[in-house]
Structure formats: C-alpha cells, structure tokens
Antibody
Framework: QVQLVESGGGVVQPGRSLRLSCAASGFSFSNYGMHWVRQAPGKGLEWVALISYDGDNKYYVDSVKGRFTISRDNSKNTLFLQMTSLRAEDTAFYYCAKEPIAGDEVWAFDIWGQGTMVMVSS | DIQMTQSPSSLSASVGDRVTITCRAS??????LIWYQQKPGKAPKLLISAASSLQSGVPSRFSAYGSGTDFTLTISSLQPEDFATYYC?????????FGGGTKVEIK
C-alpha cells in the first residue's frame, strides 16, 4: 500500500543542522510532488516546503527560506529536508506528504507519513 | 498570504449529535478548500477536497459545503471514532494555509 516513512529527527542544539528523510513506497514516487508539513507540539499544522515531481521547482514558507533545503532522489524513492541554523521555533513533528495529482502541484496532501520529531534545545 | 480561521476551536458533543465546524478565509478561495481529520498521535487524514468532495472511504455522515470565503464541515451523527481535531486548508494560492483546528471532544 501507499506508505511514507520519515526518519532523522532528534534533539539538536540551536544553530546546528539536521537532515530528515522520507522513504516512499506503493506508488510511482517520481511522478508526484512532495511536501514537508510541520506541527509544533500541541499546535496546528504549518506547511514548510514543496518539491515538484522532477525536483525542478522548490518552494518554502518564508520562515525557513535560506535555512532549509528540500530535495529528492527519485532513483531511491526518497525525499529529504536539510535543516540548518535551527531555532527553538523549529521544534515540531515533521511530516512528509504526497501531492494527490501526478505531474502537478495543487498544494494538497493526500497521503502523510507518521512524522518525525525535531526538538531544538540547548 | 491567505489566513484561515476556524470556529469553534473546540466543542464537546455526545455520540449521535450533529456537529458543525466553520472555516473562513481572509479572501475568496472559490472552492479550493480541504478538510483533514487528525487523531491524537497520528498524522492528518484527508477527508474532503474541493470544498465538498468526500474522499473514498469517508463515511457519508460527513458533509461539507461552501465557496468564496465561508465553509462548513458537518458530521450528521457523531460516532466514537469521529472524536478528533479537524483542520481546514486552502489550496487556492500558495503558500497553503491551515485553520487553527477544531477539537471535537466527548461530552
């Protein structure tokens, strides 16, 4: 079945870096745009980044521009989020999520992973 | 950026009750409105897209309406498995934005 599995979360000091991964299975990963969405503990949902199916187009929420980089390896069905200069306010569960339509970006999320927790603390 | 406002932020209801959640956009988003359900410790689940189209497998007790700036999600007869937090999200114009959520609790 369609599945997304995130990994790479953990506790990190402010200013340090972390790389999240999302392993996809059960669908043609290379045909779909992919997102990262985060949720601070006890809070609501915040979209973080989108990468197009072919990796050519990338978009970010303003608060992470210049610090986070979304990428993908279609040969390995894996999505990444490289996070640098981490701040306390980046503390959240990070979910990878799939676009519902192949080859297009409609800014919706039809399949979500289980999430990986990132805590930024000294 | 488009702001999404949900109300109420929480509600208490009993099994069998009819429940309505509202979502308002800061500008017109036509019908580019999505509803998600999130249970504690779980990822969100897509329930409804295009303001009123139920995803496959979503029970018919869920319905949603609206266009422009005002939207509603209704659960006609609340079931035990419906106790969760519900979020609306606009996909009219990037960046996509979510409402603050409505937590449906057991009375």
């Amino acid at each position: 079945q369609v599945q997304l599995v995130e990994s790479g979360g953990g506790v990190v000091q402010p200013g340090r870096s972390l790389r999240l991964s999302c392993a996809a299975s059960g669908f043609s990963f290379s045909n779909y745009g992919m997102h990262w969405v985060r949720q601070a503990p006890g809070k609501g949902l915040e979209w973080v980044a989108l990468i197009s199916y072919d990796g050519d187009n990338k978009y970010y929420v303003d608060s992470v521009k210049g610090r986070f980089t979304i990428s993908r390896d279609n040969s390995k069905n894996t999505l990444f989020l490289q996070m640098t200069s981490l701040r306390a306010e980046d503390t959240a569960f990070y979910y990878c999520a799939k676009e519902p339509i192949a080859g297009d970006e409609v800014w919706a999320f039809d399949i979500w992973g289980q999430g990986t927790m990132v805590m930024v603390s000294s | 950026d488009i702001q999404m406002t949900q109300s109420p932020s929480s509600l208490s209801a009993s099994v069998g009750d009819r429940v309505t959640i509202t979502c308002r956009a800061s500008q017109s988003i036509n019908s580019y409105l999505i509803w998600y359900q999130q249970k504690p410790g779980k990822a969100p689940k897509l329930l409804i897209s295009a303001a009123s189209s139920l995803q496959s497998g979503v029970p018919s007790r869920f319905s949603a309406y609206g266009s422009g700036t005002d939207f509603t999600l209704t659960i006609s007869s609340l079931q035990p498995e419906d106790f969760a937090t519900y979020y609306c999200q606009q996909n009219y114009s990037p960046p996509p934005s979510f409402g603050g959520g409505t937590k449906v609790e057991i009375k």
